[in-house]
């Protein structure tokens, strides 16, 4: 083999026999690992028909239905507004004004560095604002700033010729962010934006400490309710998997825009007919 990269070689048959040992290696330990935690799981007894009857009744599951639609609603806003703000805030911190720079930066370097909880908590109690506003406000301070530096850097990653190839031929400042930088910026910003959102996913969970209905308040509120030991593994069992499922839905769908860019017509290269002989230009030849 003689193909190559520009990080490492193609793996001899030494090589991929120690990957292939590495890779049965790691998997056994993880399913040591797992069968491990099932054991304690049956151990305490934590798969008795006591324990998940509950489930079964009606009021539980509207329950927690009605906390899983309220995690949805916050996200949605929460995940709007954010990139919203990023946006916005990107722009500042991308301006010619230099005033408009530093306060954009002094926005996002402040929001950034402060804890989200304690933003939630701060426009919860000391603003007197009501839950869901308050967690979706904390939320989007937080994600908007993380997302300004992440659509910053992604403009950034762009190849500095582009732009300069754009203002050579005419365009404005707005054109070439518009028609040339973001678009190509788009590919490599995607990945970190989905991440990020993600992560207001999960954050959406604090919405418990400021009494807003959520997906984990309804599970807690189960919890309490429930007259047996550690009632909470069960309810931890149900509510995981479904905000795990989310998370990889998420990230499903942005694999699925990546893919549906690259496959647009916008996007793909072009087919140029080889020059003849009576397309150059007059001259001497």
Not at 49 to 78: D, V
Not at 132 to 139: E, K, Q, S
């Amino acid at each position: 083999m003689t193909d190559s990269t520009a990080l490492y070689d193609i793996p001899g048959p030494h090589a991929r026999r120690r990957h292939l040992l590495y890779g049965v290696a790691s998997t056994v330990v993880l399913l040591a690992l797992a069968g491990w935690f099932l054991y304690l799981l049956f151990a305490n007894d934590q798969f008795t028909s006591t324990k998940w009857s509950p489930f079964l009744y009606e009021g539980i599951q509207e329950l927690l239905l009605e906390g899983l639609g309220n995690t949805l609603k916050a996200f949605a806003y929460a995940s709007v507004l954010s990139l919203a703000l990023g946006a916005v805030l990107a722009t500042g911190r991308l301006s010619d004004h230099r005033v408009l720079r530093w306060i954009s930066t002094l926005i996002v370097e402040f929001f950034r560095a402060m804890p989200v909880l304690v933003m939630i908590f701060f426009i919860f109690v000391a603003l007197k604002v009501q839950p869901l506003p308050a967690l979706v406000a904390g939320l989007t301070l937080y994600n908007g700033s993380v997302l300004a530096e992440v659509f910053r850097t992604g403009i950034h990653s762009v190849a500095r010729g582009q732009g300069e190839a754009a203002y050579a031929l005419g365009m404005r400042k707005t054109q070439v962010m518009t028609y040339v930088l973001v678009p190509q910026a788009v590919r490599a910003m995607l990945p970190a934006i989905i991440s990020q959102l993600v992560v207001a996913l999960k954050d959406t969970s604090l919405g418990f400490l400021i009494t807003y209905e959520e997906f984990l308040h309804a599970g807690k509120l189960i919890a309490s309710n429930l007259d047996y030991d550690l009632p909470f593994i069960p309810v931890v069992l149900v509510i995981s998997p479904i905000y795990i499922g989310m998370c990889m839905l998420l990230s499903w769908f942005a694999t699925w825009v990546a893919r549906r860019e690259r496959r647009s017509p916008k996007t793909k290269a072009v087919d140029v007919d080889p020059a003849e002989p009576e397309t150059l230009l007059p001259g001497p030849q």
